[in-house]
Antibody, heavy 120, light 108 residues
């Protein structure tokens, strides 16, 4: 059973960047796309973008297009999310999530979440 | 962008009661590409239903999904203590993926 294991909590200054990792444990990503979902404190879920680790092709929500980079290292079964030009309202829990079926973006497996706090 | 509106915002019920949660889409959801998630405090969301009505692996049959077009429903037939949580709908009919604002099911 594949599990997604994310890197630990981060504290960042406004204007800096953060890079969060998501590693598949107990298996591989195979052909499944992996997405990143953001959740600000007390708020709902927001899809940021996704990538197919096998092909390395990423797609982004327009809101994050200019400052989000999602990459994958298939050899280590790891996907990365890098968000730049951080602002205080980027403070959130970031989740990686794998689709339940190939080419079917309902998210059946989730990482444990990574808290990113942006504060001066 | 596809907007999903969930109602009610909060549902106050007792264990054993039936819960009916609504998700309305701003446009028709093609191929019933709609999912439901449960989220408890401090935890990641858990997929309950996809394809509007297919239960995900390991989800009890007291959870059921229905609907088509723009109106979808998640029903919990008899609330168990562990079902009190926040529930989100999500569409993947048209990019970008979008989520509803959530319905909190709380103990009355």
């Amino acid at each position: 059973q594949v599990q997604l294991v994310q890197s630990g909590a981060e504290g960042k200054k406004p204007g800096s960047s953060v890079k969060v990792s998501c590693k598949a444990s107990g298996g591989t990503f195979s052909s499944y796309e992996v997405s990143w979902v953001r959740q600000a404190p007390g708020q709902g879920l927001e899809w940021m973008g996704g990538i197919n680790p096998m092909f390395g092709t990423a797609n982004y929500a327009q809101k994050f297009q200019d400052r989000l980079t999602i990459t994958a290292d298939a050899s280590s079964n790891t996907v990365y999310m890098e968000l730049s030009s951080l602002r205080s309202d980027d403070t959130a829990v970031f989740y990686c999530a794998r689709e339940v079926l190939v080419h079917y973006p309902a998210f059946g497996i989730w990482g444990q979440g990574t808290m990113v706090t942006v504060s001066s | 962008e596809f907007v999903l509106t969930q109602s009610p915002g909060t549902l106050s019920l007792s264990p054993g009661e039936r819960a009916t949660l609504s998700c309305r889409a701003s446009q028709s959801v093609t191929s019933n590409y709609l999912a439901w998630y449960q989220q408890k405090p401090g935890q990641a969301p858990r997929l309950l239903i996809y394809g509007a009505s297919t239960r995900a692996t390991g989800i009890p049959d007291r959870f059921s999904g229905s609907g088509s077009g723009t109106d979808f429903t998640l029903t919990i037939s008899r609330l168990e203590p562990e079902d009190f949580a926040v529930y989100y709908c999500q569409q993947y009919s048209r990019p970008p993926v979008t989520f509803g604002g959530g319905t909190k099911v709380e103990i009355k």
